[in-house]
């Protein structure tokens, strides 16, 4: 088990490393080449509608193919390292900086529902591996890399992102290519029995069981929107309040630091309650999360509300990875990821598109009170539709 989580941790590591600095960092290197934030708004809900759209198509496309995930994974990190290699161009116009960004955004989106599909395949495989651990050295990760590209970004300039982006796309590559595992002999079937095991193991989901998962999506949307208002803005917000790059750093970092405990813990915590009540309890306190940043009157506050993510978005990842996988025929698995993951992206773009206009319009105050509101939508919708699974 310790091998295979550790090489797992490893590639969840590289993973949000290049998440932070694609989608954490994007208000910092955007606004340093001129956009504003309804423009940035725009690149970061543009890149999300597309991953939207084209996660479920990916993921069904990958499903079906003999091609294995940790080739699907390289091959589209190999194209977000050309694309931000381009970045470096010298005279670059603002357009097209705004274009090779936003596909950063688009592909690391993406990958996310393959990563976890390729971390539930050695689970379903048999093969001992703590998930939970496992994403939160990811969480752990992103924690250093957030203060140390802040801090760096200060000492330096903005074009440090896209430097350390192609590094750590570089780590996904060699630790995914080399993720290999052995999947296990299955058991013969006689051609009479396959008949009657196959409709049992392999059934679809009831309509009752698709229209609550549907809401759920929608719940579970409404409150990654919350999320991403936050996260979209966290510097804009972090400068209303008095601070800056490396203050931002710290509050991710903050965040980061307290999905450790839930994550690494998950494997036990699941035990005792179902992810279908972690899905509620998350989905509460997403709006929890938002009240507390709406009413900060300080860094220091803000810092306090960072570290909400404890019950938030640190229940929400893998309470529905494990939902899905509960819920899912085996058939089905990396599509109802996906269809997850799409939640996670939608909450992007509505967010990006909603927090640069209402940032420009109405300023950060009236961002995080709409965020608090949608985020209590999210929580009801959860709440009634979440099974215990």
């Not at 954490?24 to 290197?29: D, E, K, L, Q």
Request: charged letters at 5%; a positive charge; hydrophobic letters at 60%.
């Amino acid at each position: 088990m310790r091998l295979s989580t550790t090489r797992y941790a490893a590639l969840q590591s590289a993973y949000w490393s290049a998440f932070c600095l694609a989608i954490m960092f994007a208000s910092v290197f955007l606004l340093s080449k001129g956009l504003t934030n309804t423009q940035i708004g725009i690149v970061v809900a543009t890149g999300g509608a597309i991953s939207a759209v084209a996660q479920p198509i990916v993921a069904g496309a990958a499903e079906g193919s003999r091609v294995p995930l940790r080739v699907w994974i390289s091959a589209l990190t190999a194209l977000m390292i050309v694309v931000a290699a381009a970045l470096f161009i010298p005279g670059l116009p603002w357009l097209l900086t705004a274009v090779f960004f936003g596909f950063q955004i688009l592909t690391i989106q993406l990958i996310l529902p393959l990563v976890n599909a390729l971390g539930m395949a050695v689970l379903n495989a048999g093969i001992a591996m703590n998930f939970g651990v496992a994403r939160a050295a990811g969480s752990a990760v992103f924690a250093v890399v957030s203060v140390g590209a802040g801090s760096l970004v200060a000492a330096f300039d903005t074009m440090v992102i896209p430097l350390l982006a192609i590094g750590f796309q570089a780590l996904m590559i060699l630790f995914a290519l080399t993720f290999t595992y052995r999947q296990p002999a299955l058991p013969h079937v006689d051609t009479d029995d396959e008949a009657h095991v196959a409709p049992t193991a392999h059934a679809p989901l009831t309509l009752v069981q698709r229209r609550k998962f549907t809401l759920l999506l929608v719940g579970v949307a409404l409150s990654m929107t919350s999320h991403n208002l936050i996260n979209a803005f966290l510097f804009q917000t972090m400068t209303y309040h008095g601070g800056g790059a490396e203050e931002m750093g710290t509050a991710v970092m903050i965040a980061a630091l307290c999905e450790l405990p839930t994550m690494a813990l998950w494997s036990w915590i699941v035990t005792k309650w179902s992810s279908g009540l972690m899905l509620k309890v998350a989905g509460v306190f997403f709006a929890v999360k938002n009240l507390a940043t709406w009413l900060a009157g300080s860094v220091g506050a803000l810092y306090f509300a960072q570290g909400l993510q404890l019950l938030a978005f640190a229940v929400l990842v893998p309470a529905s990875i494990y939902y899905v996988n509960k819920l899912m025929p085996p058939q089905d698995r990396v599509k109802g990821q996906a269809y997850m993951t799409m939640t996670h992206t939608l909450g992007t773009v509505i967010g990006s598109l909603s927090g640069g206009f209402i940032l420009d319009a109405a300023g950060v105050p009236t961002m995080l009170l709409f965020g608090t509101a949608v985020a209590t939508v999210g929580a009801v919708l959860t709440i009634v539709s979440a099974e215990h699974l």
